[in-house]
């Protein structure tokens, strides 16, 4: 992906002035390495009258869907193929964005050492992106950079210029013009409005999401005619985010035109009021209702098949019911950092007596995994390719054969509660199905069938009365011979 920026100078005023702005040498091409490949500053001109900084963007797409949260691949043999090959390494995105504030840190931030008095003057600028997904078009585009003081050319880019009954495409190519601006703020609209017109995120959207907003916006997002467009879609659409970013920028405008300070205005609620209790996350209710499961069963002795980073098995250690406990994952980097987490090299030994971390694969049987009264499987299946589940059932039920199973699964009917989720995706980038709760279902009564177990439905998380709890538990529970022979 690919974004220059141009302006011209006089003889007094020289164009290579961007050169310290920027600080990056109009004579040197340089490269810097980022999280998802690397990016390359040059200039393809650079003279007194007129000067052009380009940044480029080399995408790694391997490391794209290794580090980034992936759009899941739902089963499909060829949505897997999707993660690798798509638009990001070509159209200016929050890729871009986060190039622009890591690669120009100090000109965003408005600093220049060497010529402090360069940041606050206006230039002529022309701001050129070649291509631009922009979920709204040509006109949504005008309506975000012209309040701004950009003079915008929008032209939209045909699907095939060679069937032009086609149409045109989501993406446009964009040239941004303005002489009233500084180059910070240059840089700042192109920081939050780049994500903002392609409506995604490569990476998870945190709450310090909202401090950056803020810091990117100061000045220009609370009086923006689209403010509540571009808060929305800067922080994915979570609507928790978006009200406190909302409100916190309904403080700046008020203080603004009071011409106060924003902690005058926002003193209405003393600083030793009570917090505002924060939900369970649904990781931890998981746990709990794992952890009340197995002290029901009566197990003592449990595995935690795919235990990754180590949670459940922490959680369990501090209950003297379970007096051995052995975490499996075939991910060695996982079984790690679950040691690290656990402090399994400082724990005392009658504690490191009770529990145990080896390495090993669900898709093949293995004798360590025999006589212990319960297994559980937390969020595992649903990281499986379907035609590998019935290797996993054997692995478990008929060869392990612990007395109790639990097995823990999204509920992906659940899905369309969750506001940061966009249709049709799913929960994690390396979930390869999630089920609705039918499915789940089917699945558990035919592998308890199999096998010789019952099996019950416990709801994990808010129970909505329409689509369900977030997560789905089954409790299989071996059947004692005589049962099985009724059965």
Same mark, same amino acid.
């Given at each position: 992906?690919?974004?220059?920026?141009?302006?011209?100078?006089?003889?007094?005023?020289?164009?290579?002035?961007?050169?310290?702005?920027?600080?990056?040498? $109009?004579?040197?091409?340089?490269?810097?390495?980022? @999280?998802?490949?690397?990016?390359?500053?040059?200039?393809?001109?650079?003279?007194?009258?007129?000067?052009?900084?380009?940044?480029?963007?080399?995408?790694?797409?391997?490391?794209?869907?290794?580090?980034?949260?992936?759009?899941?691949?739902?089963?499909?043999?060829?949505?897997?193929?999707?993660?690798?090959?798509?638009?990001?390494?070509?159209?200016?995105?929050?890729?871009?964005?986060?190039?622009?504030?890591?690669?120009?840190?100090?000109?965003?931030?408005?600093?220049?050492?060497?010529?402090?008095?360069?940041?606050?003057?206006?230039?002529?600028?022309?701001?050129?992106?070649?291509?631009?997904?922009?979920?709204?078009?040509?006109?949504?585009?005008?309506?975000?950079?012209?309040?701004?003081?950009?003079?915008?050319?929008?032209?939209?880019?045909?699907?095939?210029?060679?069937?032009?009954? #086609?149409?045109?495409?989501?993406?446009?190519?964009?040239?941004?013009?303005?002489?009233?601006?500084?180059?910070?703020?240059?840089?700042?609209?192109?920081?939050?409005?780049?994500?903002?017109?392609?409506?995604?995120?490569?990476? #998870?959207?945190?709450?310090?999401?909202?401090?950056?907003?803020?810091?990117?916006?100061?000045?220009?997002?609370?009086?923006?005619?689209?403010?509540?467009?571009?808060?929305?879609?800067?922080?994915?659409?979570?609507?928790?985010?978006?009200?406190?970013?909302?409100?916190?920028?309904? *403080?700046?405008?008020?203080?603004?035109?009071?011409?106060?300070?924003?902690?005058?205005?926002?003193?209405?609620?003393?600083?030793?009021?009570?917090?505002?209790?924060?939900?369970?996350?649904?990781?931890?209710?998981?746990?709990?209702?794992?952890?009340?499961? *197995?002290?029901? @069963?009566?197990?003592?002795?449990?595995?935690?098949?795919?235990?990754?980073?180590?949670?459940?098995?922490?959680?369990?250690?501090?209950?003297?019911?379970?007096?051995?406990?052995?975490?499996?994952?075939?991910?060695?980097?996982?079984?790690?950092?679950?040691?690290?987490?656990?402090?399994?090299?400082?724990?005392?030994?009658?504690?490191?007596?009770?529990?145990?971390?080896?390495?090993?694969?669900?898709?093949?049987?293995?004798?360590?995994?025999?006589?212990?009264?319960?297994?559980?499987?937390?969020?595992?299946?649903?990281?499986?390719?379907?035609?590998?589940? $019935?290797?996993?059932?054997?692995?478990?039920?008929?060869?392990?054969?612990?007395?109790?199973?639990?097995?823990?699964?999204?509920?992906?009917?659940?899905?369309?509660? #969750?506001?940061?989720?966009?249709?049709?995706?799913?929960?994690?980038?390396?979930?390869?199905?999630? #089920?609705?709760?039918?499915?789940?279902?089917?699945?558990?009564?035919?592998?308890?069938?199999?096998?010789?177990?019952?099996?019950?439905?416990?709801?994990?998380?808010?129970?909505?009365?329409?689509?369900?709890?977030?997560?789905?538990?089954?409790?299989?529970?071996?059947?004692?011979?005589?049962?099985?022979?009724?059965?």
């Amino acid at each position: 992906m690919f974004l220059t920026i141009t302006t011209t100078g006089t003889p007094e005023r020289p164009a290579t002035d961007l050169g310290y702005l920027l600080h990056k040498h $109009p004579d040197k091409a340089q490269a810097f390495s980022t @999280s998802y490949g690397t990016a390359h500053v040059l200039y393809p001109e650079a003279e007194a009258g007129r000067c052009t900084a380009a940044l480029l963007l080399e995408v790694d797409a391997v490391a794209l869907v290794r580090r980034g949260k992936g759009k899941g691949r739902g089963g499909a043999p060829d949505a897997a193929l999707a993660q690798y090959v798509n638009d990001r390494p070509y159209a200016a995105s929050s890729l871009l964005a986060v190039a622009l504030s890591s690669v120009f840190s100090s000109a965003m931030k408005g600093v220049c050492n060497a010529r402090p008095e360069l940041p606050g003057q206006a230039r002529p600028l022309r701001v050129e992106v070649p291509a631009l997904p922009a979920r709204g078009g040509p006109g949504l585009v005008r309506g975000l950079f012209e309040p701004l003081g950009w003079a915008v050319t929008a032209e939209p880019v045909a699907l095939d210029s060679a069937f032009p009954e #086609w149409g045109d495409s989501r993406y446009v190519s964009l040239v941004l013009e303005s002489d009233t601006l500084t180059l910070a703020e240059a840089l700042r609209h192109l920081y939050v409005l780049l994500p903002v017109l392609d409506d995604a995120k490569h990476y #998870w959207v945190a709450p310090d999401e909202v401090d950056k907003l803020l810091r990117a916006g100061e000045g220009w997002l609370p009086g923006h005619p689209e403010q509540r467009l571009i808060t929305s879609r800067y922080l994915s659409r979570r609507w928790s985010l978006t009200r406190q970013a909302t409100e916190r920028l309904e *403080l700046v405008r008020l203080a603004e035109t009071d011409d106060s300070e924003v902690e005058e205005i926002d003193n209405a609620v003393e600083a030793d009021t009570e917090a505002e209790e924060k939900p369970t996350p649904l990781a931890v209710q998981r746990r709990e209702a794992i952890v009340t499961a *197995l002290r029901q @069963s009566k197990a003592a002795r449990v595995l935690d098949l795919g235990c990754g980073q180590g949670q459940l098995v922490q959680t369990l250690l501090k209950d003297p019911a379970f007096t051995e406990i052995v975490g499996v994952d075939v991910s060695m980097r996982a079984l790690t950092i679950a040691s690290r987490r656990l402090k399994l090299d400082r724990m005392g030994e009658r504690q490191a007596s009770r529990v145990e971390l080896f390495q090993g694969s669900l898709a093949y049987t293995d004798v360590r995994l025999k006589g212990y009264d319960a297994a559980v499987l937390s969020e595992v299946i649903e990281h499986l390719d379907l035609p590998r589940l $019935p290797a996993l059932e054997y692995a478990v039920f008929g060869s392990a054969r612990p007395r109790t199973v639990l097995v823990t699964t999204p509920n992906v009917e659940y899905n369309v509660r #969750w506001e940061s989720l966009p249709a049709g995706h799913v929960r994690h980038g390396d979930h390869r199905f999630e #089920w609705t709760r039918a499915q789940f279902r089917t699945w558990a009564g035919a592998v308890a069938e199999r096998h010789g177990y019952g099996v019950e439905f416990v709801p994990v998380g808010p129970d909505d009365p329409e689509v369900g709890p977030p997560t789905q538990m089954a409790v299989f529970t071996m059947t004692t011979p005589k049962e099985a022979k009724a059965a």
